[in-house]
């Protein structure tokens, strides 16, 4: 009797590791081929040599890359085999289908975030490198625009290191930073930026966050605690953002068309820290009400309870809410306390009786019934498509 054995699909990553980003997309890949797997995977830090180095690789089937460059393009197509980009780069012309972050859903969470502390004026840091790179900022004004304020963008030139970083900040850009109308929130492409743009402050004597309050993208826990002060950023579920991109591989390699040839995972949430710690707002009840609705609003208070912490009437509490957050204190409540069920369902295993009872809600009932009503969705299923890879959290995106 003679026995054959199928070949493992050989797969090359590449992606650079010097982050958490590249490392937790790595793991989301493993995770996928734990429960379909198993493949043979050879991991590539180097972005921008392994492509042209893969030629020496046999019987590649697949690859899953972080494509950063047209060169870098022109090289996967050589290589015959389908290919899915994990970049949220804009690379003209590569063709190949994409699995990334939803950029547009990034700043929506930006933007709640700078006007949650009372911030009006917006304004975007980065580098200029190329049109894909470019469209981060693009992106950012026509999502900021949506509002009534000023946008402002800064073009950071490039003074790159030994490791092709960003290294220092110019006299172009602390002349800038000063003539910002204050307060300020800055949203910066990346950690490196970001770090930038808190040095310029510091040294100039720009108060941090009371003058700019200062936000990345893709936080890392290890980068974003190491700045002075530590960065507040975007919490991009990158593990997912891997498993999809494994799982989409695997269909083209079976020769099955993709649902979609992009396919946008949406962030998870703002990791908030010293950077954006702030309440811009001038009016001290106004301050001391969404200050004290912001620290209690899970343990079951009610409009009275704030009218009685400040002793304001609940019309005038009512019109200046609307006037510096669009919203009224009830809407204020009900939001914070959805975005902690949010939270809870998606990190946790707690029941959703605990769920409720940790957002302040009598039960769960009155949660599903406020959760379905804010989001479209029942709590249930919120948690079955945060907790199941194959779900995702995905959109369709304009891209």
């Known amino acids: 009797?003679?026995?054959?054995?199928?070949?493992?699909?050989?797969?090359?990553v590449i992606v650079g590791t010097s982050s958490g980003w590249g490392r937790r997309l790595i793991r989301g890949i493993f995770?996928?081929?734990?429960?379909?797997?198993?493949?043979?995977?050879l991991i590539r830090t180097e972005e921008e040599k392994a492509a042209s180095e893969l030629r020496n690789e046999p019987h590649l089937d697949g690859i899953i890359a972080r494509v950063s460059s047209e060169s870098m393009a022109a090289e996967l197509k050589q290589h015959k085999v389908p290919v899915i980009n994990v970049s949220g780069l804009l690379i003209g012309g590569d063709g190949f289908p994409r699995v990334t972050t939803s950029w547009d859903a990034s700043i929506d969470l930006v933007l709640d975030h700078f006007r949650d502390r009372g911030i009006e004026n917006f304004a975007y840091v980065g580098p200029t490198r190329s049109a894909h790179v470019d469209r981060k900022g693009d992106v950012s004004e026509s999502v900021f625009s949506?509002?009534?304020?000023?946008?402002?963008?800064?073009?950071?030139?490039?003074?790159?290191?030994?490791?092709?970083?960003?290294?220092?900040y110019t006299e172009e850009l602390v002349s800038w930073l000063e003539w910002l109308p204050k307060p300020v929130g800055v949203y910066t492409w990346g950690v490196q930026v970001g770090r930038i743009v808190a040095s310029a402050c510091i040294d100039?004597?720009?108060?941090i966050p009371h003058d700019i309050a200062i936000l990345g993208s893709d936080y890392d826990d290890l980068f974003y605690e190491s700045c002075h002060p530590a960065l507040s950023g975007i919490v991009v579920p990158t593990g997912r953002v891997g498993y999809l991109a494994a799982k989409n591989l695997s269909l083209l390699m079976e020769g099955k068309a993709l649902e979609r040839e992009n396919t946008f995972v949406l962030p998870e949430e703002i990791k908030s820290r010293l950077s954006t710690d702030t309440l811009a707002i001038s009016d001290r009840k106004m301050k001391r009400a969404i200050s004290f609705l912001r620290a209690h609003a899970c343990e079951g208070i009610e409009v009275k309870?704030?009218?009685d912490e400040v002793g304001m009437s609940r019309r005038s509490l009512e019109r200046r809410f609307i006037e510096y957050l669009g919203r009224s204190p009830a809407q204020e409540i009900r939001r914070i306390r959805i975005n902690e069920?949010?939270?809870?369902?998606?990190?946790?295993?707690?029941s959703l009786d605990e769920v409720a009872e940790s957002c302040g809600y009598a039960s769960y009932t009155y949660l599903g019934t406020v959760f379905k009503k804010e989001t479209g969705v029942t709590p249930g299923r919120y948690r079955r498509v945060c907790h199941d890879p194959d779900s995702g959290r995905t959109l369709t995106e304009k891209s």
């Open 31 to 41: 995770k996928y081929t734990q429960r379909h797997g198993p493949w043979d995977i």
């Open 341 to 350: 069920a949010r939270s809870l369902l998606a990190r946790t295993n707690l």
């Open 1 to 12: 009797m003679t026995f054959t054995t199928k070949r493992r699909r050989r797969i090359a």
């Open 146 to 168: 949506k509002g009534d304020s000023g946008f402002r963008i800064f073009a950071l030139k490039e003074t790159t290191g030994p490791n092709g970083v960003l290294t220092d």
């Open 204 to 207: 100039s004597g720009i108060p």
């Open 305 to 307: 309870d704030v009218l």
